[in-house]
């Protein structure tokens, strides 16, 4: 699947189908906020006083799949990627931009990020665990949160995206 082709998810399905094309959904929304804009659009905070991006919320996402999907349910040593901090208690990071960074570059790494996480989540059942704070921490619990993490900023992109060119929807 395209990352940019969003498909509403099944009416009636499985959890498994039901939760990973939730997640698909609102990846493919977060592409699509972001798609037509030039690079100093993507790097525009326009809803002061947040800094927020877009450019950033891709970054940011990056990070939130690699830290869930391969630091927490594979228990991979996955280095940070655009954040030192990032991967540590409580901070996903990615939001702040570099000089250097471009959508092309983001997205890119995104998509990795992002079939990576396909990849591990593949050979894993919705109920199996990985340790996480002490406890353990199911796969169906880690696609709601991350269903809840796009959401959220699904929500900021669309705020954002408004405020750049007055695109709404989608």
């Known amino acids: 699947m ?7 998810p099944p009416l009636n399905a499985d959890d498994r189908t039901g939760l990973a094309s939730w997640l698909d959904f609102y990846r493919a929304t977060l592409v699509q906020k972001c ?7 993507l790097r525009e ?8 991006t877009l450019l950033g919320l891709v970054q940011h996402m990056a990070e939130v799949e690699r ?4 630091r ?10 655009f954040d030192p901090e990032a991967g540590t208690e409580g901070h996903d990071g990615g939001f702040d931009l570099a000089d ?4 092309e570059k983001a997205h890119a790494i995104w998509e990795a990020e992002t079939a990576r996480a ?9 109920d199996d665990t990985s340790p996480f704070m002490g406890g353990r921490v199911t796969l169906r619990w880690i696609y709601t ?20 060119d007055g695109a709404t929807g989608v």
Do not use: K
């Open 145 to 164: 949160h991350m269903i809840g993490e796009y959401a959220r900023h699904c929500g900021h992109a669309d705020l954002i995206r408004e405020r750049i």
């Open 2 to 8: 395209s990352t940019s082709e969003r498909t509403m």
């Open 118 to 126: 396909r990849e591990n989540c593949a050979a894993r059942g919705l």
């Open 45 to 52: 905070a326009s809803a002061p006083p947040s800094t927020m």
């Open 35 to 41: 798609e037509g804009l030039d690079e100093r659009q």
């Open 67 to 70: 830290n869930w999907f391969r």
């Open 72 to 81: 927490v349910l594979a228990q991979e040593d996955a280095p940070p990627i």
């Open 100 to 103: 250097d960074a471009t959508y």
